[in-house]
């Protein structure tokens, strides 16, 4: 088994584009402060450690990826559902979350098989033109992210301190950016550690919140499990949740994170590797979809019914459960707008170096690209416009992209010269087909009804 192998050379494409996967020495090419978790994964793989023990090492990669499932994007459409429609489209939410996973996961087995992210594989397999329209859209798509989720983590700031003008929150969050940023220089564990804790600080806000709340819980599981819609508008809501399930950079991202953090030289440890990714996926997606279950049980359970209109931007929400709920409701849910936007910005920033790299073969420092990106969301504050409309505007502009993350990702993982043992079945195929048909066609439709008005 070899560990952080170097990355691997271009290969012809009439040849097999399986690359090599063997390193000459794990704990040479670790980087400061990860042999242990290497180690770790050595024993894991050679049977030495079972259990909780042995899948330790390999927690991590789904988490920084989980972060975009918990956006502010998905407060604002969350929000706005259990406000409207009650306990109605939970269901929705289950169905996005269980495609989500599906997704991940073979994002995640592509890195692990191929030992190349999603964005090298396409340069390898695609002719250049195709690669560099490519490369032009996930870069918007990474603006756009960026925006959403920068805009997000000030306005969550903005919130807590009434008095901190929206532009100065918006520098804040920059510097906050660049602190994360730094941790990631010095190996992927801390910088997956950082992100776990900013995910566990909206588990806990939105935890705390639930218990204010006091949903039905007959209402919650009426919800989760019988599909129904209440006119064209909860149509149209519930195809927002959906179509939004899958983030385009953090599929590019996940294989990154999975194509040499752990290296088996067989098929047998490629198989052992991607189980434990597997689980990785299961729970860091699982606590994803609580998390979200959560948003849209609050605000059924505390706005639906109660005469307090629909809920349509953040703020009303914030304002809204503190006069609710009391007992500092309202600065639980600004803590986790603040944590969400933190954690999802850093992510979104990686993504956008893994994408560049990838098409290309080019990098800019991290921390350039980082000022680059927050450009547009510090300019969109700084003239004024609406935040919350502007977050909005930046998911149609994501919806863009999901086709073309989605469908090579497909494409690939069903090309056995290229997965080799860890190709999908014919049955992972069909169900992944339908998953995509489903997400790309919504998206389409949530544009067409933007583009036209209706």
């Known amino acids: 088994m070899a560990v952080e192998a170097p990355p691997p050379k271009p290969v012809d494409p009439a040849r097999s584009t399986k690359p090599p996967l063997v390193a000459p020495d794990p704990v040479a090419v670790a980087l400061p402060g990860e042999e242990r978790v290497l180690r770790a994964?050595?024993?894991?793989?050679?049977?030495?450690?079972?259990?909780?023990?042995a899948l330790v090492p390999f927690l991590g990669p789904a988490?920084?990826?989980?972060?975009?499932?918990?956006?502010?994007g998905n407060f604002a459409t969350n929000m706005a559902g259990g406000a409207q429609y009650g306990y109605m489209l939970l269901w929705i939410v289950?169905?996005?979350?269980l495609m989500a996973m599906l997704v991940q996961s073979m994002s995640a087995k592509l890195g692990i098989a191929t030992g190349m992210n999603l964005a090298e594989v396409c340069r390898l397999k695609f002719p250049f033109p195709a690669v560099v329209g490519l490369w032009i859209q996930a870069e918007v798509i990474a603006m756009a992210t960026d925006l959403a989720e920068f805009i997000g983590a000030a306005i969550g700031i903005h919130l807590l301190f009434p008095g901190v003008p929206l532009l100065v929150a918006g520098i804040i969050t920059a510097f906050a950016a660049f602190g994360i940023l730094a941790i990631q220089s010095r190996g992927f564990r801390g910088f997956e550690a950082v992100i776990t804790g900013l995910v566990?600080?909206?588990?806990?806000?939105?935890?705390f919140e639930v218990i204010l709340a006091r949903p039905s819980v007959s209402g919650v599981v009426t919800g989760l499990i019988t599909p129904r819609f209440d006119g064209t508008e909860s149509v149209l809501l519930g195809a927002g949740i959906l179509g939004a399930t899958v983030?385009?950079?953090?599929?590019?991202?996940?294989?990154?994170?999975t194509q040499r953090r752990v290296v088996g030289a067989t098929d047998a440890e490629q198989h052992k590797i991607f189980s434990f990714e597997r689980w990785d996926v299961i729970i860091a997606m699982g606590i994803a979809g609580l998390i979200n279950i959560a948003m849209l049980t609050i605000a059924a359970a505390v706005f639906y019914g109660h005469g307090l209109g629909p809920i349509q931007t953040l703020d009303q929400a914030y304002t809204g459960l503190g006069v609710q709920l009391g007992n500092g409701a309202d600065i639980f849910f600004g803590l986790g707008l603040l944590a969400s936007g933190l954690s999802s910005s850093s992510v979104g920033t990686l993504a956008g170096q893994v994408v560049m790299q990838g098409f290309i073969q080019r990098a800019i420092p991290l921390f350039l690209r980082r000022a680059i990106?927050?450009?547009?969301?510090?300019?969109?504050?700084?003239?004024?416009?609406?935040?919350?409309?502007?977050?909005?505007?930046?998911?149609?502009?994501l919806s863009f992209g999901i086709p073309f993350a989605l469908i090579p990702l497909l494409l690939f993982c069903r090309n056995r010269e290229l997965m080799g043992s860890l190709v999908n079945r014919r049955v992972t195929t069909i169900i992944a087909a339908g998953v995509v048909a489903v997400i790309v066609s919504l998206n389409v439709f949530l544009i067409t009804l933007l583009v036209t008005g209706r």
């Open 200 to 207: 566990g600080v909206i588990v806990a806000a939105f935890a």
């Open 247 to 257: 983030m385009p950079h953090v599929i590019y991202l996940h294989s990154a994170l």
């Open 94 to 97: 289950l169905a996005a979350n």
């Open 41 to 53: 994964a050595e024993k894991a793989l050679s049977g030495q450690t079972r259990g909780l023990r």
């Open 63 to 72: 988490f920084v990826a989980a972060v975009a499932y918990v956006d502010p």
């Open 373 to 397: 990106t927050m450009a547009p969301a510090l300019l969109v504050i700084a003239i004024g416009l609406n935040p919350s409309r502007a977050l909005v505007l930046s998911q149609v502009v």
